[in-house]
């Protein structure tokens, strides 16, 4: 980390404590109060917008009910309670980009209280609230003309704030919790939370206490944490400055800070507002809400199946790694799209070739489906490789019909073409040749073309034949069965 560090005179061990509050713009048709369009790719400033989230005088704002339900289905999955009696309140603060000169939010009767969210075996955070508020719109700073611009398109998009307890540890726990989060709003369709497009903003209020003590330090919150690295990076380097400012016997001052990821420090703004400093009291133009527990039930079935949930089910089911499980967690469709190549295998296979070709097929769409993809979607009309073909190509690579380089260049011609493997390889002369016959002339040349190798070999020096090999396979054009190939090579030497 660079941009701060701590003279090596200084030996009092700090422990951090962490808290983080998350905003995720909602995937709704329309605003939270409005009928206008909630569009986050929209690139013409001012377009989305109306009286309504305009804020203009006379004008009353009705509640989106698909946001809400959305919230309420995230503190579902999160195991938090859900109330049965809820309302919106006034934030008051005056910001250029808040038309209203208040933001509507939640203050004391948030829509899920509680509910926890596990890191690890070892570690579960804690939840303290989710409720669901406006966005404001957004501020665009011009160096040429010295000017701030307006943009209020995002202004009343709906916004979920997600505050844990401040139990998280370190910089690194941070950032899993925000991945986690993230996967679960995209499993959920709550959210892109795409943290490139402002989607998914993370705040973190973070403070230091000397080893041995219980009571906490002084918070800090530092806001404009806008990708997973700048979480974990900003975390560590305000645990370090704080940690220095008490070694120099001096105080944490209570505050706002931004981050500055090119330096990689954090930087102050202001003072930290209090909950009395923005004057809440409840929404005068909105009614209060009731909901049922039959309601609720309704939403629990809704419910697909969870990140944690199918990260068990691929390690148990499928016998996959856990880093293997984890990316087809991470991207749900290819995630999906094993799950139908597998099913394609053959419903009579036995258990232990199940498991090879189940570990083959997950190998190849992790390595050299996916770099191939480069932005195409498997659910996408783009892409042309039926679940069929490729465990039909799975099967001939494990059959010993096509080598594995030969089975590379396979996949390449089916993504562009969205051929049959078995054709592919027939029409390229691709099929692995196993036939000993057929090896023995290129064994032959490649010995007396490499006499180098040969007296190694005779040396005892066990790399030479893997080198023979592998000229074997070149001459070959990747055609050659290597345990044949291997052989043949063997016997000739020998002989």
């Known amino acids: 980390m660079h941009g701060f560090s701590r003279p090596a005179l200084y030996c009092m061990k700090y422990i951090p404590t962490i808290g983080l509050e998350i905003h995720a713009e909602l995937k709704t048709a329309s605003k939270m109060f409005c009928s206008s369009a909630n569009d986050p790719l929209e690139q013409h400033p001012n377009v989305n917008v109306c009286p309504i989230c305009m804020g203009h005088p006379g004008t009353l704002p009705v509640a989106n009910r698909a946001a809400i339900k959305k919230v309420q289905k995230v503190g579902l999955a999160l195991g938090s309670e859900l109330a049965t009696f809820s309302k919106f309140d006034r934030k008051n603060y005056f910001y250029p980009d808040l038309p209203k000169g208040y933001q509507i939010s939640q203050y004391d009767l948030p829509f899920c209280s509680g509910g926890n969210l596990e890191l690890s075996p070892e570690k579960t955070v804690r939840i303290t609230r989710i409720h669901l508020e406006e966005d404001t719109g957004r501020l665009v700073h011009s160096t040429e003309e010295e ?134 009291f409840p929404e005068p133009d909105l009614p209060p809400f009731r909901f049922t527990k039959k309601e609720f039930q309704e939403l629990r079935s809704e419910l697909p199946e969870l ?90 690579i494990e059959e010993g019909k096509v080598s594995s380089a030969a089975a590379k260049q396979v996949l390449k011609e089916m993504f562009a073409t969205g051929g049959d493997p078995s054709q592919i390889i027939e029409e390229k002369g691709l099929a692995q040749v196993s036939d000993t016959g057929s090896l023995e002339s290129i064994a032959k040349e490649v010995i ?21 090999v592998g000229k074997l396979m070149a001459a070959s054009k990747g055609s050659a069965n290597p345990g044949v190939a291997r052989e043949v090579l063997e016997r000739q030497l020998k002989s």
């Open 307 to 396: 990140p944690w949930q199918r990260r068990e089910r691929f390690t148990r089911e499928y016998s996959l790694k856990d880093k293997e499980a984890e990316q087809f967690v991470q991207f749900k469709d290819i995630g999906e799209y094993f799950e139908k190549v597998v099913s394609e295998l053959g419903p009579d296979l036995k258990a232990d070739r199940l498991k090879k070709l189940t570990s083959l097929s997950a190998n190849y769409i992790l390595s050299d489906l996916m770099g191939l993809l480069r932005g195409v979607s498997v659910q996408g009309e783009d892409f042309l490789i039926t679940p069929e073909n490729f465990a039909e190509l799975v099967l001939l």
């Open 147 to 280: 000017a701030s611009l307006v943009d209020f398109n995002r202004a009343g998009v709906p916004l979920l704030e997600l505050v844990t307890e401040p139990d998280i540890e370190t910089g690194e726990q941070a950032r899993k919790f925000a991945q986690e989060l993230q996967m679960l709003l995209r499993y959920l369709g709550a959210s892109d939370a795409d943290m490139e497009k402002g989607q998914m903003r993370v705040e973190a209020n973070i403070s230091v206490r000397p080893e041995g003590t219980k009571t906490l330090g002084t918070k800090v919150e530092v806001k404009n944490l806008n990708s997973f690295r700048s979480v974990e990076r900003a975390i560590a380097f305000e645990t370090e400055r704080q940690s220095t400012v008490l070694d120099e016997k001096k105080k944490v001052v209570q505050e706002t800070r931004g981050w500055d990821d090119a330096k990689g420090e954090t930087f102050s703004q202001r003072e930290k507002e209090e909950a009395h400093d923005y004057r809440y």
């Open 448 to 468: 007396a073309q490499n006499p180098k190798a040969v007296e190694d070999y005779n040396k005892g020096k066990e790399n030479a034949l893997q080198f023979l």
